[in-house]
């Protein structure tokens, strides 16, 4: 009895793992993903490689293909390829990048690496909407073209590439693909990366960033005892500047609260860090000198200026206003990203027929039932400035509605339902444009 117990239990137990393994159950794909640590600082990249690697190898017609980014470090890249009839046409590539911002497991409701779904059908992980979604979405939707139409012959060819560390800059990652021999071959045309979340029926699509500048301001002055009264200190002159600073932060903010521009559409110019002071002794205790003005006091700010502005009307106005030499006052910045293409020309995508893939992407998501919002700029950065900067049209697009936007956020969560209808639009996004046979620029 015992024995046949034991039978009846490994026969289910078979049963199950074929089933496992036969019937593709994207949302499971998406949870065990999950489940791979690559959250910042340690991200496990050969797991999710080898993760995703074996996804494709069960999927028809993909080529599969890792690169090693860096020498020394894990730095894997992996790069997966539906051939199309035609290689002389520009390819399509699709972005995702396998790292994620770290979780701070005691502010989550659930363990932020175990994917758990509720019944409600959410699926609460760290990488859930940033961007683990659209890595197995991607899979799914090719998988699914040719579960329905076994005979779908793509004209472009398609690539997926799976980058690391977008998170913290991409230098090891996307920066670092784009030079390859292996990037070039690929002669890419169109590249679709991570977007966010919509809190209500329509998709959001992104065609810029915003460019940061971490922006220093130093000022110098007469330091003297803390009783007397005298013009210029470093102090007063830094002073003057943080107001010049806040007024022009307060102008750009009430063009978004008057709902003249969004946030992405602003300059935003937030202070970071104060730094001045004579530090009393070396106890570590933090306490200042309080009888004397020191020579010496700066600030910090994180800028970030959307592609339309220019560079160098706000250089001269840092230069004339935020920190004049006039009042002793000397500026550093540190550009942390490319504000023109190759060709001086801003970094911005077409979202107008004046470009093709603009016109296809459209119809394609309307095709399967979805509707795009006005397109936007992103308030942040992505890893598409790499393409954009080369002149590659670049859409940041990641098909979530009526969804919380919780990147980077506690309790980052996807509904089931959600995810599954992000497949169909992407299945229709990678037919329409890997049979569009169209004049590209
Ligand atoms: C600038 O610094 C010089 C030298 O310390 C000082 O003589 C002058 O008064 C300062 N001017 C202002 C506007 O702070
Ligand atoms: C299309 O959009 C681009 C970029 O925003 C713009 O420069 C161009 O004038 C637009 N063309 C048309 C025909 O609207
Ligand atoms: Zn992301």
Known sequence: MVKSIWHLTLIIFFFLTLLRS??????????????????????????????????????????????????????????????????????????????????????????????????????????AQDDKCIAIQYLEAIRNIFYKHPGFKPIRTVHICYVPDEEIGGLDGMAKFVESDEFKEMNVGFFLDEGQASTNDEYRVFYADRSPWNLVIKATGQPGHGSKMFDNSAMENLMKSVEVVSKFRENQFDLVKAGVARNSEVISANPVYLKAGIVADSSGDGKFVMNMQPSEAEAGYDVRLPPTVDPDLLKKRIADEWAPASRNMSFHIVEKGPLRDYAGRPLVTATND?????????????AAGGKLSKPEILASTTDARYMRVRGIPSLGFSPMKNTPILLHDHNEFLKDTIFLEGIKIYESIIKALSSFEGATP
């Open 354 to 366: 004046s470009n093709p893939w603009w016109t296809v992407f459209k119809s394609a998501v309307e």
């Open 22 to 127: 036969t019937t593709p159950d994207p949302v499971y794909h998406f949870q065990q993903y999950l489940r791979i640590k690559t959250a910042h600082p340690d991200p496990d990249y050969p797991t999710a490689v080898s993760y995703l690697h074996e996804l494709a190898k069960s999927i028809p017609n993909l080529q599969t293909r890792i690169l090693n980014l860096h020498p020394h470090k894990p730095k894997p890249l992996l790069l997966i390829t539906l051939p199309g009839s035609n290689p002389s046409l520009p390819s399509l590539l699709l972005n995702s990048h396998l790292d994620s911002v770290p979780a701070e497991p005691s502010k989550w409701l659930h363990p932020p690496f175990d994917a758990v779904k509720t019944d409600d059908g959410c699926i609460f992980a760290r990488g």
